[in-house]
């Protein structure tokens, strides 16, 4: 049986209620007003976008620039 989310913080926004939510551990859930917004299962956006960002360097090399 599936553990129950524990919430581990919470505020109000102006886009809503943002929850940040755990169970078992390792597993982790933001909401906001019930929608979710990213999970630790779920990291397809993030691949996709990462793919984009390299493609768009066309092989170029990347400056990382000390502030």
């Avoid at 299962?41 to 993030?46: H, N, Q, V």
Wanted: proline fraction near 1%; charged fraction near 25%; charge should be positive.
């Amino acid at each position: 049986m599936t553990k129950p989310w524990q919430t581990i913080d919470s505020d109000h926004t102006a886009d809503g209620f943002l929850e940040l939510r755990q169970r078992n551990g390792s597993d982790f859930l933001i909401t906001i007003d019930g929608r979710v917004l990213m999970n630790s299962y779920a990291g397809r956006s993030e691949v996709l976008l990462s793919k984009l960002a390299c493609n768009s360097m066309n092989n170029k090399k990347g400056n990382i620039s000390k502030s």
